[in-house]
């Protein structure tokens, strides 16, 4: 046995034997953290036809010595622990033998974007980050995220590539629903409690590492646009309000946060170097480590490095700013800026390169590797959990009292906007559009034409510009407004029944009109169609609040400052607004 592989030494002694035994390739593998797939059955993939995914995991794993992987898609809970299992036996059977780290992206609310989050699927279902936020209650976070935290253990994953605590400052941005907000106090304190809840008091073998993101905060994005898309790269602080989307970085910080990602976004107009900031000293090494105290890992937000192809088309590397820069000059400006791995990409050859080159001193990238190991051995996967039960997995994600507490908090973040009718009494004739019928026949009887209910039901989502690029579709930009013909149909509706309105709120919608008109109208962040009709129907306590306002108009959205909160004029809701029923 050698000294790492001896669990009765301390981590930094295990380390510096594990480091010491590596050959400059073994190390660069570890500075990659890439994507897998699975198969539905539990094994891992052996074929790629390279539409999402350029290699198999035996090559990632054996050929390339990549540790670091982030799981897409969906599955079941016995499947994702028996893949989580076969992959680590993979990992076992190298020189080596170091086990594999698993992240996710969030995957406990209602979002399906393959590059941002996944629909609960297996596990409890909750209300988006925006519907924590509309609680505002530090205590059902905590709750929330080790609630994250035994489900994730349960069937491998060791790393949550979340919380996102960027303020929700630009109404048209991609990417709110994954934030606590606005409010930069109160996203400090729910922060706190949910690196809590996944990581304890301190890292160890029961802790889920959390990675927040995006340092230094993304929401200023220039027309509200996404930096995955050369587009959307600008991001700008007309405001001067820079160093307040710092505020729950701090408090990440403060919590013990393991892990960090910088953002795609490229500054402009700021002293900061006009270059993700993935690439900037300035911020990673200067701002985050030195001035903030940050000691963790740093991993880069995905795909920075190479051009790929996502769904079959192709997709320029996120490098905005060093864009004239080859893959291992943008590699050696994001490791002499201080990042210690880059996120979604797989070519360690690279760093090969710039060592033998000496362009980057194996010194240098010891420092980041040792970061990486020592987490490894700090949550067990050296040792005891390396491997996880496939029935305990079966058992643990989705468990009861898990799902209760999700529905619980799903139907608490219902916001009351307007209450008009609320709550509805006995069993009105209901005509529901969006709406199960099956679960509405529960609250009432359903008819199938608006003319012969007493009270309508109408769900809705907030507008969006269709893009034509697959990958850009699942992030909603653009216009907040309900466009025609639909709206004149909505409020065709609204006058022909009374018509209780639910609008999911994934970003801050424009609807005057429908505020104007609907007999009640509820936001939801992800809530199930019996959430509603609970709330609706007086069965439950609404309680959430508006966590950020609700503009009146795009022309107030696009004069409005997009790293201030809250800054559009006259908005039809105030942030923070929410009745009681």
């Not at 035994?150 to 048209?172: M, N």
């Not at 706190?192 to 304890?200: F, N």
Request: glycine share 10%.
């Amino acid at each position: 046995m050698h000294p790492y592989q001896d669990a009765t030494r301390p981590v930094a002694e295990r380390v510096e034997d594990l480091l010491s035994r590596m050959t400059l390739e073994e190390k660069a593998g570890q500075l990659f953290h890439s994507m897998l797939m699975m198969n539905a059955d539990g094994t891992p993939v052996t074929e790629t036809d390279g539409s999402m995914l350029p290699f198999t995991t035996g090559e990632l794993v054996e050929g390339r010595h990549l540790s670091h992987f982030n799981l897409l898609g969906t599955y079941g809970a016995r499947e994702m622990a028996l893949w989580h299992n076969a992959v680590q036996e993979m990992a076992a059977n190298t020189r080596l033998g170091i086990p594999v780290s698993l992240s996710t992206d969030p995957r406990h609310a209602f979002t399906d974007n393959v590059g941002a989050s996944f629909n609960a699927g297996a596990f409890s279902a909750w209300p988006e980050a925006l519907g924590l936020a509309a609680i505002g209650d530090p205590e059902l976070v905590f709750r929330f995220a080790d609630t994250v935290r035994r489900e994730y253990l349960a069937v491998g994953f060791r790393t949550a590539l979340h919380p996102q605590i960027d303020l929700a400052t630009e109404p048209r941005w991609a990417r709110q629903s994954g934030t606590f907000g606005s409010d930069a106090e109160l996203t400090g304190e729910l922060v706190r409690a949910y690196v809590l809840g996944l990581q304890g008091e301190e890292l160890g073998p029961d802790s889920v590492a959390a990675m927040v993101k995006h340092f230094p905060g993304g929401g200023p994005q220039k027309d509200g646009e996404d930096p995955h898309f050369a587009h959307g790269k600008e991001q700008i602080y007309p405001g001067g309000m820079r160093e307040h989307h710092l505020e729950p970085f701090k408090a990440a910080i403060a919590a013990g946060c393991s892990q960090m990602m910088p953002y795609y976004g490229q500054p402009i107009g700021t002293d900061w170097e006009e270059v993700g900031f993935g690439f900037s000293k300035g911020v990673v090494t200067g701002l985050l480590r030195e001035e903030l105290g940050f000691t963790g890992i740093v991993c880069t937000d995905w795909g920075l490095l190479t051009d790929s192809v996502i769904f079959g088309e192709p997709h320029p590397a996120r490098a905005w700013g060093v864009e004239h820069l080859n893959v291992a000059e943008r590699a050696a400006k994001s490791l002499e800026a201080g990042s210690d791995q880059f996120g979604g990409e797989q070519c360690p050859e690279v760093i090969v390169e710039l060592v033998g080159s000496g362009r980057i001193s194996e010194a240098r990238v010891d420092e980041s590797v040792r970061r990486l190991l020592r987490e490894k051995f700090v949550l067990g996967l050296f040792d005891e959990r390396r491997y996880v039960d496939p029935d305990e997995a079966a058992e643990t994600v989705g468990r009861a009292d898990f799902t209760a507490a999700g529905a619980a908090a799903q139907r608490r973040s219902l916001t009351v906007l307007t209450d008009g009718p609320l709550p509805v009494r006995g069993r009105p004739r209901l005509y529901v559009e969006n709406v199960d019928a099956a679960v509405a026949a529960a609250y009432g009887e359903v008819v199938t034409e608006p003319a012969g209910a007493d009270l309508a039901v109408l769900r809705l989502r907030t507008p969006y510009e269709e893009r034509p690029n697959r990958f850009e579709s699942f992030f909603h930009s653009g216009s907040l407004a309900f466009a025609e013909p639909e709206l004149t149909r909505i409020l065709a509706l609204l006058a022909t029944v009374p018509t209780v309105v639910c609008v999911n709120l994934e970003r801050p919608a424009v609807l005057p009109e429908i505020a104007e008109h609907a007999a009640a109208l509820i936001a939801d962040y992800g809530a199930s169609d019996e959430a509603l009709l609970d709330v609706a129907f007086g069965r439950a306590t609404p309680e959430g609040r508006l966590p950020f306002e609700l503009p009146r108009s795009m022309a107030a959205v696009a004069a409005a400052r997009p790293d201030v909160p809250n800054d559009t004029v006259d908005p039809v809701f105030p942030h923070g607004h929410g009745l009681s029923l």
